[in-house]
Antibody
């Protein structure tokens, strides 16, 4: 059984920082890429970032590039999202998701955590 | 504003068939990228329903089916049940934007 548990959410002021963590279990963590996806009532689901299985490659949505950093610790089966220079537009529920590949190159979101709420407000 | 457009809501009586459309463009669905579908009950996380346009993961009932043609995709639910009441999202890849999701469709069981 795959389990993904996010933590680290909370309330932060604009311009502040927050670090999300996602603890994974039930699969061979070090062999899978991991996504972060966020969801707001207004904008729906938005892909945020992807990190490769070994951490050597990171990809970001334009909306967070230069402010967010994804990393992972394969010895502890955890993936992290460091969020800096936060704005009210970053207010959302943040999900981590186990990456899967179909065919030669179709990447999708196989399993999801329960989400962590991030509220950016003064 | 989502790159993949879905109807805001669809509804049906128990046992009926409903379909949800997902309309994209030449830079995503029309470019040949696969479409996935996710189910999100109220207050819960999304769950993978369909991958690779038409494939169901193990455990997903065969009441759920999907197809893709041109710049659009669709999800069908046959024999609608009360437990199917949820939000449904399509997902694909866009050559300019990366991984993209549809605007979401709320399915109501009457």
């Amino acid at each position: 059984q795959v389990y993904l548990v996010e933590s680290g959410g909370g309330v932060v002021q604009p311009g502040g920082s927050l670090r999300l963590s996602c603890a994974a279990s039930g699969f061979s963590f070090s062999t899978y890429g991991m996504h972060w996806v966020r969801q707001t009532p207004g904008k729906g689901l938005e892909w945020v970032s992807l990190i490769s299985y070994d951490g050597t490659n990171q990809y970001y949505a334009d909306s967070v590039k230069g402010r967010f950093t994804v990393s992972r610790d394969n010895t502890r089966n955890r993936v992290f999202l460091q969020m800096n220079s936060l704005t009210t537009d970053d207010t959302a529920v943040y999900y981590c998701s186990k990456m899967a590949i179909y065919g030669q190159s179709s990447i999708y979101f196989h399993y999801w955590g329960q989400g962590a709420q991030v509220i950016v407000s003064s | 504003q989502s790159v993949l457009t879905q109807p805001p809501s669809v509804s049906g009586a128990p046992g009926q068939r409903v379909t949800i459309s997902c309309t994209g463009s030449a830079s995503n669905i029309g470019a040949g990228f696969d479409v996935q579908w996710y189910q999100q009950p109220r207050g819960a996380a999304p769950k993978l329903l369909i991958y690779g346009n038409t494939n169901r993961p193990s455990g997903v009932p065969d009441r759920f089916s999907a197809s893709k043609s041109g710049t659009s995709a669709s999800l069908a639910i046959t024999g609608l049940q009360a437990e199917d009441e949820a939000d449904y999202y399509c997902q694909g890849y866009d050559t300019s934007l990366g991984y993209v999701f549809g605007s979401g469709t709320k399915v109501t069981v009457l």
